[in-house]
């Protein structure tokens, strides 16, 4: 049962692919996919709603504690979200818990 709960260990360029799918996958709208970084709200149109459920679903995923609202206001591209769950789920498994 524990191990249900663990993240899975995966590579780094895995979770960013990971990451950068479920971004596409649930972004308002597709067609901000051609800038490299693109804006979560500016090209991917990412609202309110659409914010809150990438972030539950990252959480579930990468078995994240909630995001909390500091972070939440510098996260404004795709890298910035893959970015930010990168470093956390390092440092899970260190076992630092910033």
Partial sequence: MAEALA????????MRRLIRDLI?????????????NPSLVDDLGYHSL???ELAF????????EP???????LIVTAR????????HVIA??????R
């Fill in 57 to 64: 679903t990252l959480e579930d995923e990468f078995a994240l």
């Fill in 24 to 36: 596409l996958e649930l972004a308002p709208d597709s067609n901000g996919l051609a800038a490299e």
């Fill in 50 to 52: 659409a914010m809150l």
């Fill in 67 to 73: 995001i909390d609202q500091e972070s939440v206001r």
């Fill in 92 to 97: 899970t498994r260190s076992g630092d818990s």
């Fill in 7 to 14: 993240p899975k260990m995966r590579s780094e360029e895995e």
């Fill in 80 to 87: 910035d979200v893959e970015e930010y769950v990168i470093q």
